[in-house]
């Protein structure tokens, strides 16, 4: 009965919120909350919310804390000679922009991080793609894309299949390579045609798809201040650059190195950029309230989801879809279980988190398949070309798929809507490439 309920719980969450019928922070404060009355389990609620409050705590605190550091940052001008470089190197071609998105979100999340990807990746280009009345869609896309395919040794799925099927990173991965190499391939010959796409729909002067314009994919960066172009200049600070860079690098550098807490590190570079671009306390309020709308939007739905997540795991709904849907194979499909995974693994992001799946559902399946004859490890392959690789950006149980909408200024189902296809097309992609290669057998 738990699985029953813990499944009509996330496909009511992924209906409410695809069709924008309500906004993510209610859905997913309401539906596990209804889910866990229905089980009977109401009165346990509030100790749910709680916990799954504590967890995402230093994720939502990052996340503000980025806004508010990046939003500075943009004021002071720091992105812009970036769009200039970036404007230089590929013109003003989208085809050639959106491919340029890729490669730098791959480049940035060679140290398997989604969120420094697009703390990173999307505040840097957005303001471009609003410059050229690019759809802020396809900006999400792409970096979702290059991002998602990197299933490298250290990044968070592949260390947790390799624990969870005790065998050595390298032996998980290694075979991998090649089907890596054709998703990257794919990933940037989808985003030359979406760039291409958007390239032709400028030309034409083909104002964007309603559905597009609805999420606010038009909005200007200053949307939260609503300052003028004489604001702009006049928030600018030139002669602070080098120091704002050197900030910056030092800012990032210490998240990528892991030397402390993300949560703390942006916190004090908020403090530092706040005192050294605008020294007068008045100037500070009024940084910090330009951009405290995005921000508190932001922690509002990171707090939201915790309490999905904590409502979910603890009455144990999450672990009963587990066992059920690794329990529940035909004896027909025992011997393609590595198929059957791997076109399955994408979407199962949407029900399953990390922890969950590869903790929980990984092994019951390897165990299934090696008992029709098939090595676990293969399991834990097909896995990998999707589950939380190419389903991150997407999946409501990431931290990361609402800061790519948010940084993005789109709504979360335009993004999921838009998305959802290409990342499930790249994941298809690999498998295909998995099999012909004999990575996993037919």
């Given amino acids: 009965m738990l699985a029953v309920i813990g499944a009509l719980a996330v496909v009511s969450l992924l209906a409410l919120i695809l069709s924008n019928r309500t906004s993510p922070l209610a859905a997913l404060i309401l539906v596990p909350a209804i889910a866990a009355l229905a089980a009977g389990l109401g009165g346990a609620v509030p100790g749910y919310v709680v916990a799954g409050l504590a967890k995402i705590a230093p994720v939502a605190g990052m996340f503000v804390f980025a806004i508010l550091f990046f939003g500075i940052m943009t004021d002071a001008g720091l992105l812009a000679p970036l769009v200039s470089v970036v404007l230089r190197l590929v013109g003003e071609r989208p085809s050639r922009i959106t491919v340029g998105t890729a490669l730098l979100a791959l480049l940035i999340h060679l140290d398997g991080s989604g969120a420094v990807c697009f703390l990173v990746t999307i505040p840097a280009l957005r303001p471009l ?177 915790g309490a999905f997540t904590g409502i979910m795991n603890g009455s144990g709904m999450i672990g009963a879809m587990a066992e059920t849907a690794a329990t529940h194979v035909p004896r027909e499909l025992g011997g393609r279980l590595p198929v059957v995974v791997g076109v399955l693994a994408m979407p199962l992001s949407l029900l399953f988190d990390p922890d969950s799946f590869y903790f929980g559902v990984l092994p019951v399946i390897a165990g299934v398949a090696e008992s029709f004859g098939t090595p676990g490890v293969a399991i834990g392959r097909a896995a990998l070309l999707g589950q939380m690789t190419t389903g991150f950006p997407i999946s409501p149980l990431t931290p990361a798929t609402f800061l790519v909408a948010g940084l993005s200024g789109i709504e979360l189902g335009a993004h999921q809507r838009f998305s959802i296809p290409w990342l499930f097309g790249a994941s298809l992609v690999m498998l295909a490439a998995a099999l012909l290669f004999g990575v996993l057998p037919l």
């Fill in 129 to 305: 793609y609003d410059r050229l009345g690019m759809d802020r869609r396809v900006l999400a896309c792409t970096a979702s894309m290059a991002a998602g395919v990197n299933f490298l040794p250290w990044t968070g799925p592949t260390l947790r299949a390799a624990a969870a099927l005790k065998v050595p990173v390298a032996t998980l991965f290694t075979p991998m390579i090649a089907v890596q190499a054709v998703g990257l391939a794919f990933v940037f010959a989808a985003s030359w045609w979406l760039g291409l796409r958007e390239e032709r729909r400028l030309a034409a002067g083909t104002p964007l798809p309603a559905a597009a314009a609805a999420s606010g994919a038009l909005r200007s960066v200053p949307e939260a201040g609503h300052e003028t172009d004489a604001d702009v200049a006049r928030l600018r600070r030139p002669r602070l650059f080098p120091v704002n860079v050197v900030l910056t690098l030092i800012v990032v550098g210490v998240m990528i190195a892991g030397l402390t807490e993300p949560v703390v590190v942006f916190m004090i570079g908020t403090a530092a950029a706040l005192v050294i671009n605008y020294p007068d306390a008045a100037e500070q309020r009024a940084r910090i309230d330009a951009h405290a709308r995005a921000a508190l939007l932001m922690a509002g739905i990171l707090f939201a989801a």
